[in-house]
Structure formats: C-alpha cells, structure tokens
T-cell receptor, first 112, second 112 residues
Framework: GENVEQHPSTLSVQEGDSAVIKCTYS??????FPWYKQELGKRPQLIID?????GEKKDQRIAVTLNKTAKHFSLHITETQPEDSAVYFC???????????FGKGTRLSVIA | DAGVTQSPTHLIKTRGQQVTLRCSPK?????VSWYQQALGQGPQFIFQ???????QRGNFPDRFSGHQFPNYSSELNVNALLLGDSALYLC???????????FGQGTRLTVV
C-alpha cells in the first residue's frame, strides 16, 4: 500500500522567512496530494492541494510543487507569520475518493 | 452551511467498555470516512461509508465497526476498549466523485 514520508518533523523559522516541507510517496498510482494545517486542539484544515496533471499550484503565500517522476511533493510558505505556526500534514490518495494516507506531520514554529 | 460536525467532543471510558461516536457530514456530501489520530501522529484511515455500506477499510481490528444512516450521518463503534485506543477520532466527509476531504473537529477519546 501507499506510504508517505514527511520531513522535517519540526521546523523553526524567523517571521518573514520561507518554510519548506517535503513529502515522498511510494505508490505511483496516487494522483491527489493535499496539505492540511492543524492547530492545537483543532481539526485538520485543507489549505492547498494538487493533482497529478499539474506541477505547481499557488495560493497567495502558499505553493505546492509536485514531481511525479521522483514521487515527491513540497509545501512552500513565503513571508511566514506567527499565525502560520501549526502542525502541517501532507497526504496522498488515488482518484475516486480513495482513503488519504498521511505523513507524520511537521511542527512549524514561526518566531516573531 | 454547517461543516462536518462530530459528537461528543471529549469522552472518557474504562478499558473493556464500548463507545459510539457520531458524525454529520457537510451538506451535499455523501461519503464519510473515519480516521484515528494518535498523539503526535498523522491520521490513520479506519473505514469509509457510502450508500450505507462500508466501502473501504484500513488496518483496524473488527472491534472497530460503523454505520451510515440514510441522511448520510455516521457512527463509529469501538468494542472492548484498550488503553491504546486513546486518540482523536476524526470524521471526514466528501463526495464519491471528488477526493477532497473535509474534517470535523474530532472526538478526543481517553481510555483509562
């Protein structure tokens, strides 16, 4: 089955700097890659996603890139703010509403 | 428009007891998936319900069972609770044609 590895497990950046979180997946049939942000005690919130027919997607300060050949995808956050501090999870799934397989998460701390 | 709602928010049970958790999907959604999130880990897929049937199942024992009702709401039942069942249980709803998943706020289950 699918296996998703996520790095780093913790990341500290200065406010205004960029943050990059990387994930690799094992199943070449996976074609949907969402990213979730989970603040302490709250639900995972979908912040951006990308499908296999696209190499990059951007939404304001957040971007995701996908390399299907290498089977890895990354989350990029620019101009980080203290409110970006949270745990971020990557996930992968195949089409047709198959289950999401999550990475173990990255705890991002943005230091003011 | 209400999002995905879960009840109760917190629950404490004793080993060996049984528990039922509830989920109402987002309006317009017809699939419900349940995930278990242990402390410091990513969510793990338990099972998914569509058209009142279990469609897919993760690597969880038969002690974990569920149900979906005609109004698309769902229940997760866990029998013979173990200490290791302590976790945040998340419900995610979606549509059968779309891989996007939206999570509820979760039920924090503590087994003592």
């Amino acid at each position: 089955g699918e296996n998703v590895e996520q790095h780093p497990s913790t990341l500290s950046v200065q406010e205004g700097d960029s943050a990059v979180i990387k994930c690799t997946y094992s199943d070449s049939a996976s074609n949907y890659f969402p990213w979730y942000k989970q603040e302490l005690g709250k639900r995972p919130q979908l912040i951006i996603d990308i499908r296999s027919n696209v190499g990059e997607k951007k939404d304001q300060r957040i971007a995701v890139t996908l390399n299907k050949t290498a089977k890895h995808f990354s989350l990029h956050i620019t101009e980080t703010q203290p409110e970006d501090s949270a745990v971020y999870f990557c996930a992968a799934s195949k089409s047709g509403n198959t289950p999401l397989v999550f990475g173990k998460g990255t705890r991002l701390s943005v230091i003011a | 428009d209400a999002g995905v709602t879960q009840s109760p928010t917190h629950l404490i049970k004793t080993r060996g007891q049984q528990v039922t958790l509830r989920c109402s999907p987002k309006s317009g959604h017809d699939t419900v998936s349940w995930y278990q999130q242990a402390l410091g880990q990513g969510p793990q897929f338990i099972f998914q319900y569509y058209e009142e049937e279990e469609r897919q199942r993760g690597n969880f024992p038969d002690r974990f069972s569920g149900h979906q009702f005609p109004n698309y709401s769902s229940e997760l039942n866990v029998n013979a609770l173990l200490l290791g069942d302590s976790a945040l249980y998340l419900c995610a709803s979606g549509t059968v044609m779309n891989t996007e998943a939206f999570f509820g706020q979760g039920t924090r289950l503590t087994v003592v």
